[in-house]
């Protein structure tokens, strides 16, 4: 008897998202400790475009699948799974290989780690807008750093969904959030967010304005995606023995270490991915236990565009323009 086939995003090749190809494949049967899901929608991230140009962490194995966040409803259980059950409404985890489990797709096929049940009040684009975004500023924020109320936290590239995640985890510990963008486009949106101060860094002094903010302190965390020359500056609006977190390259310049601000200061400059969380099974069930009942209060998810299924190309293309505010999805 033969398989239904159902539409998938693979590439045959790295590159800009021209090479993104819906395809007709068959129906996956979930493997032990894995379960299958009939997808509602799914996010979009920067590391998907990254991965889609072979410029990540994890090299594509080609034809590649693509894709870390989906949300829909359970609708085969492979052997061994016993946390959940046909008919649940689930979203997946980024905990597995894009190139061998990935969720751009009407189905999609993932181990049972890196599923985790869909807040109840949550529509189908908020569940898929949650997982990537907030266990990445969760484990920064409250893992790494401590992150206390009353201290500072300086979050850059503010308007992507992590930065977003931040913000306003960074609000429900009590912490000062300072959050920065290039112009005035996004200062509001930030604010919105919960952001206490914004910085537009295209015509305020970073340095200068954050001096101000903190009465002379510094920040007690920064939380940075983009490295490269910035680096220098976040060194200098850091506080004494503050941490800052480096979880992307956005700037393909050279991240120069500063030295003697680091010294001075005492800092702490860690690099760090997601990955750190989701390959312990211990530390991924502690994050989710401390999410999920925020979800049903204080973290919301903003979702900046839905597009249909087969504008997936558009839709990297949006991502790539940086004129999101919030997650991007696509709607099935």
């Given at each position: 008897?033969?398989?239904?086939?159902?539409?998938?995003?693979?590439?045959?090749?790295?590159g800009d998202a021209s090479v993104l190809e819906i395809e007709q494949l068959p129906l996956s049967e979930p493997k032990e400790n894995e379960l299958r899901l009939k997808v509602e929608a799914f996010g979009l991230n920067r590391a998907e475009v990254m991965f889609r140009n072979g410029a990540y962490l994890d090299t594509p194995q080609l034809p590649s699948r693509i894709g870390y966040e989906a949300?829909?409803?359970?609708?085969?259980?492979g052997p061994g799974v016993t946390e959940f059950n046909i008919g649940d409404k689930v979203?997946?985890?980024?905990?597995?290989?894009?190139?061998?489990?990935?969720?751009?797709?009407?189905?999609?096929?993932?181990?049972?780690?890196?599923v985790a049940k869909s807040p109840k009040n949550f529509s189908a684009e908020q569940s898929t807008a949650i997982w990537m975004q907030y266990l990445t500023a969760y484990g920064a924020l409250v893992e790494l750093a401590d992150l206390q109320a009353g201290q500072y936290l300086l979050v850059t590239a503010a308007s992507s969904s992590v930065g977003v995640a931040a913000i306003q985890l960074g609000k429900s510990l009590g912490a000062t959030v300072i959050a920065t963008t290039r112009g005035s486009a996004k200062v509001d949106f930030l604010l919105a967010q919960g952001a206490d101060h914004v910085i537009q860094t295209d015509s305020e002094d970073l340095v200068a304005r954050s001096?101000?903010?903190t009465g002379g302190q510094g920040v007690n965390l920064v939380f940075d995606p983009v490295g490269g020359p910035l680096l220098e500056q976040l060194a200098q609006v850091s506080a004494p023995a503050a941490i800052i977190v480096e979880y992307g390259a956005l700037d393909s310049q050279p991240t120069p270490y500063p030295l003697f601000t680091a010294l001075a200061k005492g800092l702490t400059i860690r690099g760090y991915t997601l990955f750190e969380l989701?390959?312990?099974?211990?530390?991924?069930?502690?994050?989710?236990?401390?999410?999920?009942?925020?979800?049903?209060?204080?973290?919301?998810?903003?979702?900046?565009?839905?597009?249909a299924f087969d504008d997936i190309r558009a839709a990297h293309k949006y991502m790539e323009s940086n004129q999101q505010m919030g997650k991007i999805v696509v709607k099935l």
């Open positions: 008897m033969n398989k239904p086939n159902v539409k998938t995003v693979r590439f045959h090749q790295t949300s829909g409803i359970v609708d085969a259980i979203s997946t985890i980024p905990a597995f290989s894009m190139s061998q489990y990935g969720v751009y797709g009407e189905s999609a096929v993932v181990p049972v780690h890196a001096e101000e903010i989701t390959q312990d099974e211990n530390r991924l069930a502690q994050a989710k236990n401390a999410l999920l009942p925020l979800f049903e209060e204080q973290l919301v998810p903003v979702i900046d565009k839905v597009f």
